[in-house]
């Protein structure tokens, strides 16, 4: 299984939104609803922020949204802000019932 | 609350096996979870590693199922990691974490972490 493709950093003004995509095929993030993101600080384990695409947990901010389109699935934050500065995973259920990620977006607030 | 806790050598030597066990508290291994394994090599993104169900249903990751040993011990509340004849390329924080279902990347718990060395 191949990883998943998301670009190697993004950034953003304080305030402004970005989004982040998450290439797959398929077999995997085109196939299933079941993309979900993670945030992770430096030193810190990751944390769950979005599930089954565009679910958020109890307790995770709503400026953070989830979308799909084929075989590209989205995160979005809004309203930016400099807490927000972390490595953004991407994962997705494939066939077979395993599991991929991609390889991590630096989300840098200017 | 779920907790999650890995314990296990910091170090292994290169063609030794790696094993790391995850102690669960706050939650019964039989409880309808599954119980993966995912490591992040330094600098890199994280990789799926292994999942199991309670029963002793296992997934691995097709790269890796050569050399991957997944088990549970309900009576311990704790899931286990066997790695075989590692190598540098084995070098990183190892997780425990639980998923939501078989269905889904639902990662909802996580260990700490623990960096694990291989070097001679």
């Known amino acids: 299984q191949s990883a998943l493709t998301q670009p190697a950093s993004v950034s953003g003004s304080p305030g402004q939104s970005i989004t982040i995509s998450c290439t797959g095929t398929s077999s995997d993030v085109g196939g299933f609803d079941y993309v979900s993101w993670y945030q992770q600080h430096p030193g810190r384990a990751p944390k769950l922020i979005i599930y089954d695409v565009r679910n958020r947990p109890s307790g995770v901010s709503n400026r953070f949204s989830g979308s799909k389109s084929g075989n590209t699935a989205s995160l979005i934050i809004s309203g930016l802000q400099a807490e927000d500065e972390a490595e953004y995973h991407c994962t997705s259920f494939t066939t077979g019932g395993t599991l991929v990620f991609g390889p991590g977006t630096s989300v840098t607030v200017l | ?120």
């Open chain 2, 1 to 120: 609350q779920v907790q999650l806790q890995e314990s296990g050598p910091g170090l292994v030597k290169p063609s030794e096996t790696l094993s790391l066990t995850c102690t669960v508290s706050g939650y019964p291994l039989t409880s309808g979870y599954y119980w993966v394994w995912i490591r992040q090599s330094p600098g890199k993104g994280l990789e799926w590693i292994a999942t199991i169900y309670h029963t002793g249903t296992t997934y691995y990751h097709p790269s890796l199922k050569s050399r991957v040993t997944i088990s549970v011990d309900t009576s311990k509340n704790q899931f286990s990691l066997k790695l075989s004849s590692v190598s540098a390329a084995d070098t990183a924080v190892y997780y425990c974490a639980s998923l939501r279902s078989y269905y889904g990347s639902r990662f909802d718990f996580w260990g700490q972490g623990t960096l694990v060395t291989v070097s001679s």
